[in-house]
């Protein structure tokens, strides 16, 4: 799937397109994140996140320069550079850091905070929520609250840091990235963002001394290779054609539809144990993402 032929008219109706994104989106993105765990077995956390982006980036990169589009300029080089340290390097090399000693499913529970982190984060740039925003965030933040005294975050103070830098990190680069720092037009942009993303991670599995198992084991190497393809690639094309074609409620119902997946994942075949005040607690904190998608115009 391509973002260059798309068309910005939205169709509530939903196709088979439609539906194979959803799908993409749903699954594929709830899965990544068990499947960071099974990587995690050969691969250090920045070493598994940085070779995945530079893998990836190169493959979309090569092909957006097959298509003949141009490279980004000095200054979106930079912007990338940026974007792809605080999304990328803090973002995804906290939430591996994070997986080495909490459960997948309570990483991703955790990161459904994201969208609200997003939303007060634009109030810097003029951009106030409104009440069923409001609301979205304060409900939010409470299920996380709940969701930090879980024995899951409680075992683990470093996992807990790690996830909560990854998330303001996340939250950071991604409104500089709407707002100050734009990245190259189309997948050139996201391309940049990954290579670059992926050099930071790979510097700081450097500095942090990370010796990957080499041989890798084979489930490890598999899990390696279907973050680069389905993960980077196939889901996050998916994610933009639902930008494009379907309304935004719909294109953000990944929000909170991936921790569940997750969860169950992790517990089904993980074997990660999530308790019954977590359940509760990753219900409330999907509540405030409901309510905050819908209150979105």
């Known amino acids: 799937m391509t973002t260059a032929s798309l068309s910005p008219t939205r169709d509530s109706r939903l196709g088979p397109l439609i539906l194979a994104c959803l799908a993409a989106t749903w699954l594929v993105w709830g899965s990544t994140y068990l499947v960071i765990k099974f990587a995690l077995i050969s691969f250090p956390p920045f070493f598994q996140m940085g070779s995945r982006f530079l893998a990836a980036g190169a493959l979309l990169m090569a092909w957006t320069r097959w298509r003949g589009q141009p490279w980004p300029t000095r200054r979106e080089w930079l912007h990338a550079l940026v974007v792809g340290t605080l999304m990328l390097g803090g973002g995804m090399g906290g939430t591996a850091v994070a997986e080495e000693t909490v459960g997948s499913g309570l990483i991703v529970a955790f990161i459904a905070v994201v969208p609200m982190m997003i939303t007060l984060a ?22 996380v609250l709940m969701l930090t005294q879980g024995a899951g975050f409680q075992a683990s103070t470093h996992g807990l840091v790690a996830i909560t830098v990854a998330c303001v990190t996340w939250s ?126």
């Open 122 to 143: 634009n109030l810097a740039f003029g951009l106030k929520p409104g009440r069923m925003e409001a609301a979205g965030i304060g409900v939010g933040l409470i299920g």
């Open 172 to 297: 950071i680069g991604s409104v500089l990235s709407q707002f100050r720092l734009p990245l190259a037009p189309g997948a050139t942009g996201f391309a940049s963002e990954m290579l670059c993303g992926g050099a930071v991670l790979l510097g700081l599995s450097w500095m942090s001394g990370e010796a990957p198992q080499w041989p890798p084991q084979p489930v490890a190497l598999a899990a390696w290779a279907y973050l680069v393809v389905f993960g980077s690639l196939i889901a996050f094309n998916a994610y933009m054609v639902l930008l494009a074609r379907a309304p935004s409620g719909l294109a953000s119902s990944y929000t909170f539809v991936n921790p569940v997946i997750a969860m169950l994942l992790g517990v089904a075949v993980g074997g990660e144990h999530v308790s019954g005040f977590e359940w509760s607690a990753v219900g409330v904190v999907l509540l405030g993402v409901v309510l905050l998608v819908s209150g979105r115009r």
